[in-house]
């Protein structure tokens, strides 16, 4: 069911700093910020031949990347996501697999303007598993 690994998120509370580590030290490519006040996050898009990794820096009170932070001071990877061709076929498969899709199930707009899902990590390894309709 699941495709092509779309990006591995990574939290930090120092964007700019994350930013320069991907672009000066590993020499890849890196997009200007974008907020996304939608999503309370902040994310930097770093290109990969194969995939990308998408760095989240809070946005605002609510954000939800903060308590992840609060657990994880130092930053580190805060989910994974994957494609899928159509994510209401795949959400009721995971609902009938017993997976728990987290808020109300009902696919929002993500980063790249198109829908996903967010499955709790409780049910797959400890790992937050955001799957996106390709
Ligand atoms: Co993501």
């Known amino acids: 069911m699941i495709g092509r690994l779309n990006h591995v998120a990574i939290a930090t509370r120092d964007l700019r700093k994350a930013s320069a580590i991907y672009r000066d030290t590993l020499g890849a490519e890196v ?18 031949p194969n995939t990308k990794i998408e760095l989240l820096e809070p946005l605002g009170e609510n954000s939800p990347i903060a308590k992840f932070l609060e657990k994880n001071p130092g930053g580190g990877m805060h989910h994974l996501c994957y494609e899928v061709d159509d994510i209401i076929a795949a959400r009721d498969r995971l609902k009938e697999k017993g997976a728990t899709v987290i ?8 980063a790249h303007g ?10 797959f390894g ?8 390709a």
């Not at 997009?31 to 990969?48: D, K, M, N």
């Not at 198109?114 to 049910?123: A, C, E, G």
């Not at 400890?126 to 309709?133: A, D, F, K, P, S």
Request: glycine share 12%.
């Open 31 to 48: 997009s200007e910020p974008v907020q996304l006040p939608e999503h309370g996050v902040i994310t930097v898009f770093v290109e990969l």
């Open 103 to 110: 808020g109300s199930g009902e696919p929002r707009i993500g």
């Open 114 to 123: 198109k829908p996903v899902l967010f499955l709790h990590p409780k049910d």
């Open 126 to 133: 400890g790992t937050l598993v955001e799957l996106e309709q």
